[in-house]
């Protein structure tokens, strides 16, 4: 067995020390997709609409936004949207699906869910 590893080849140099960083938001966008996404929040739209149009995280677009002076907006769930975020988690609707059909980040249903007394399915991953 020893010989057999002392005969494999050697293995490819990692580029541990190398200039190698990830790619930042601002040299990936052009100037333009910024200003469309600036002009986007600032025209009504969700972030998470924007997230899934741009394919960005929700932390880029919102670092994007404050980077440009744009006012975020607070915008909590009304009575009328919690109690359907209720009755869809109730009848079965993952809280992502539910999030995703109200148009609100998934912690935010979490919390009002969890506020109502709502009992709190277990998480599942693939």
């Not at 200003?35 to 741009?54: D, F, H, K, M, P």
């Given at each position: 067995m020893i010989a057999q590893v002392d005969a494999a080849p050697p293995r490819r140099t990692s580029n541990a020390g190398g200039d190698v960083r990830p790619r930042r938001l601002d040299r990936r966008?052009?100037?333009t997709t910024i200003a469309s996404i600036v002009q986007g929040y600032r025209g009504g739209a969700s972030t998470n609409r924007l997230c899934e149009q741009y394919g960005l995280s929700k932390g880029g677009l919102l670092k994007i936004l404050r980077e440009h002076g744009v006012e975020m907006r607070y915008q909590p769930m009304t009575e009328d949207e919690i109690d359907w975020a209720v009755e869809l988690y109730i009848e079965g609707q993952s809280l992502n699906t539910v999030a995703?059909?109200?148009g609100k980040a998934k912690g935010s249903v979490r919390k009002a869910l969890?506020?109502?007394g709502v009992e709190m399915r277990p998480g599942t991953r693939p």
């Amino acid at each position: 067995m020893i010989a057999q590893v002392d005969a494999a080849p050697p293995r490819r140099t990692s580029n541990a020390g190398g200039d190698v960083r990830p790619r930042r938001l601002d040299r990936r966008l052009s100037d333009t997709t910024i200003a469309s996404i600036v002009q986007g929040y600032r025209g009504g739209a969700s972030t998470n609409r924007l997230c899934e149009q741009y394919g960005l995280s929700k932390g880029g677009l919102l670092k994007i936004l404050r980077e440009h002076g744009v006012e975020m907006r607070y915008q909590p769930m009304t009575e009328d949207e919690i109690d359907w975020a209720v009755e869809l988690y109730i009848e079965g609707q993952s809280l992502n699906t539910v999030a995703r059909q109200l148009g609100k980040a998934k912690g935010s249903v979490r919390k009002a869910l969890m506020a109502e007394g709502v009992e709190m399915r277990p998480g599942t991953r693939p």
